[in-house]
């Protein structure tokens, strides 16, 4: 059991709403895509809007995200029909955890009230089957 493992779960039992996914190597910084973005499904859309705001059928909405060294980031998640997921995007160059070296990782993203959120990123493989594991959640691998 690592440290990172029980600070994830814990944060499940806290959190309004969440989301477990592998960082897909389309969404890290690359050439294409200076700074990293992050695709999530529209089925999950209580993650990034509140019922209210799911209502009101809101397509964009302003996000102030947490990471695990304390930092923040101010970003946006617009609705993209096409793929019919909210991308999360506003990320700064060089975000460490949008790194390329990141893909494959898992993140945990999850809504702790209105626009805010927190994230776990979960990195080895045997920390990843742990999560699986323990918390039951179906992790996101493919392209949306």
């Avoid at 959190?15 to 592998?22: I, M, S, T, V």
């Avoid at 499904?41 to 009101?56: F, S, V």
């Avoid at 980031?73 to 975000?95: H, M, N, Q």
Wanted: net charge neutral.
């Amino acid at each position: 059991m690592s440290h990172t493992v029980d600070a994830a779960l814990e944060f499940l039992r806290t959190c309004e709403a969440y989301c477990a996914k592998f960082i897909l190597a389309s969404e890290v910084e690359s050439k294409c895509h200076k700074n990293g973005f992050l695709l999530i499904p529209q089925r999950k859309w209580r993650m990034i809007l509140t019922i209210d705001e799911g209502h009101q059928k809101l397509r964009r909405k302003d996000m102030t995200i947490s990471w695990p060294d304390g930092s923040t980031t101010k970003c946006v998640a617009t609705y993209d029909k096409s793929l019919e997921a909210y991308r999360i995007s506003g990320f700064p160059k060089g975000f460490y955890y949008l790194s390329s070296d990141r893909a494959g990782d898992v993140i945990v993203l999850g809504r702790t009230s209105n626009n805010q959120y927190q994230a776990h990123i979960i990195s080895h493989d045997e920390d990843i089957e742990d999560f699986a594991a323990r918390s039951g959640l179906y992790l996101y691998s493919n392209q949306i």
